[in-house]
């Protein structure tokens, strides 16, 4: 999706893209280790970062596997449900009534990858990431969204120009037939 935002841009930028897990990419952010956040971040005024405008509306789903027996919300008593770490995912999964116990994970795949074993019997997750899952036939997405969202880029606080610069994009972006294609292609 930056890639794509960014040929609105009419400055001549070289991106650089640093992989690393959800937890840190705040403080790589606060620290000016990176100079943008992008990765779902739901706007939370504790993170003490400037949002940008957002460019993307979703949900918090919970994905089970199609032969668990698990087909709503009340099924999920008992139950034990696994989440990435430091995301509203977390803070859906938590929310869940009668639940036996939230497992985090550093990594949504980890995670994915303990729902499809049986080490967790749900998984809470973007809507656009279990619909991936979903599509291969072997999962299912709970039709109740325990919360939506909208999603937003991040950057340094006092880093006005860059957030001014980002919205302007977005908003073309957002208004653009590419966005439309983007967002039919994912389902979001």
Request: glycine letters at 8%; zero cysteines; proline letters at 1%.
């Amino acid at each position: 999706m930056i890639n794509t935002l960014m040929t609105y841009l009419d400055e001549d930028v070289e991106l650089e893209f640093a992989q690393m897990e959800f937890s840190t990419i705040v403080t790589a952010v606060q620290t000016g280790q990176v100079d943008i956040g992008l990765s779902g971040f739901t706007y939370d005024a504790d993170r003490d970062v400037i949002f940008s405008d957002p460019y993307l509306s979703s949900s918090q789903v919970v994905l089970v596997k199609k032969d668990s027996g698990i087909a709503a919300l009340t099924d999920l008593t008992g139950k034990t449900i696994g989440a990435q770490l430091g995301t509203t995912g977390e803070e859906a999964a938590n929310s869940v009534e009668g639940v036996k116990e939230v497992v985090t994970f550093n990594d949504t795949l980890v995670g994915l990858e303990s729902l499809n074993n049986g080490i967790v019997d749900a998984f809470v997750t973007d809507k656009a990431v279990a619909q991936n899952y979903e599509s291969t036939g072997d999962y299912i997405i709970l039709e109740e969204p325990l919360l939506d969202e909208s999603v937003s880029i991040i950057v340094k606080n006092g880093n006005d120009l860059l957030a001014d610069k980002i919205n302007e994009l977005i908003q073309q972006f957002t208004e653009s037939a590419d966005y439309e294609t983007l967002v039919a292609k994912w389902g979001v």
